[in-house]
């Protein structure tokens, strides 16, 4: 079952979102987004907890 996730999900002004068929492939599609577009957040070990945390099976 395919998981999504949204930058709202953790509180990020952001309407950002992406889907995926596990939290892997989620969380790679997160990091590269991460890095282009909010350079400015450090994804730290609590948030990418949050990250984790947020995603929702589809």
Same mark, same amino acid.
């Given at each position: &079952? +395919?998981?999504?996730?949204?930058? $709202?999900?953790?509180?990020?002004?952001?309407?950002?979102?992406t889907? +995926?068929?596990d939290?892997?492939g989620? &969380?790679? +599609?997160?990091?590269v987004?991460?890095?282009?577009?909010? @350079?400015?957040?450090?994804?730290?070990?609590?948030?990418?907890d949050?990250? $984790? @945390? +947020?995603?929702?099976? @589809?």
């Amino acid at each position: &079952m +395919a998981k999504t996730y949204t930058c $709202r999900d953790v509180g990020v002004d952001c309407d950002w979102k992406t889907s +995926a068929e596990d939290e892997d492939g989620i &969380m790679a +599609a997160i990091q590269v987004h991460a890095a282009e577009v909010h @350079a400015d957040i450090e994804l730290t070990p609590e948030l990418v907890d949050m990250v $984790r @945390a +947020a995603i929702k099976t @589809a």
